[in-house]
């Protein structure tokens, strides 16, 4: 059983489009995390959610939406997707009271052409 | 005061050589310090990780070493392997509040068989 699973794992879409990614985690934290990795590898967190709450929204574009319909699961929605949208973007999920067991999913890829 | 630096950006090691890679931090609220080991297609995983108590934390052929007054800790892989090659990523939270983790920029490590 995967861990935190991520969907799609790739994604080509036009400029101007929307789409969503998905993510789920069955480890039972409470705690879900939005990162985004550029062409460089930079490592860099969008968003956090605690029981379904934000807890972290870091300096992203209203375009970018995050949604938590349950603890389990944090997906992201982007609107009016750009070229500089293209990267990879990873889900992580951690215990809320704890700082170990911080784990991530294998990253969506989203190209935007 | 957010940023951690890590060096070098790339490391190419014979089989069997000791691999070295350091990380630099300035926010002295800092105190947990993980590595992540990332391969191509996935996602990062925790390698190892140190708290500021101790100067030296040793996981097989990884090793975290951990100056507090230079603010400075490093990753030592031991009779390196050719699967041992990947992107490291140090990172450095705060073990109150919310887990955001702050990423060095990552390390391309090479091992040549």
């Known amino acids: 059983d995967t861990a935190v699973s991520q969907t799609p794992k790739y994604l080509v879409t036009q400029m101007g489009n929307d789409k969503s990614i998905k993510c789920e985690q069955n480890?039972?934290?409470?705690?879900m995390y939005w990162y985004k990795q550029d062409s460089k590898k930079f490592l860099k967190i969008m968003f956090s959610?605690?029981?379904?709450?934000?807890?972290i929204n870091e300096t992203v574009p209203n375009r970018f939406s995050p949604k938590s319909p349950d603890k389990a699961h944090l997906n992201l929605h982007i609107n009016s997707l750009e070229l500089g949208d293209s990267a990879v973007y990873f889900c992580?999920?951690?215990?809320?009271?704890?700082?170990?067991?911080?784990?991530f999913g294998s990253g969506t890829r989203l190209t935007v052409v | 005061q957010q940023q951690v630096k890590q060096s070098p950006q790339s490391l190419i090691v014979q089989k069997g050589g000791i691999s070295i890679i350091n990380c630099a931090y300035e926010?002295?609220?800092?105190?947990?310090f993980p590595w992540y080991q990332q391969f191509p297609g996935k996602g990062p995983a925790l390698l190892i990780a140190i708290r500021p108590d101790v100067s030296e934390k040793k996981e097989g052929r990884f090793t975290i070493s951990f100056n507090k007054s230079a603010k400075q800790f490093s990753l030592h892989i031991m009779d390196s392997q050719p699967g041992d090659s990947a992107t490291y990523f140090c990172a450095a939270t705060t073990t109150s509040g919310t887990y955001k983790y702050i990423f060095g920029t990552g390390t391309r490590l090479k091992v040549l068989a």
């Open positions: 926010n002295t609220a800092f105190d947990y």
């Open positions: 992580a999920s951690s215990p809320y009271d704890r700082v170990y067991g911080y784990t």
């Open positions: 959610y605690n029981n379904k709450e934000l807890i």
């Open positions: 480890l039972g934290h409470d705690t």
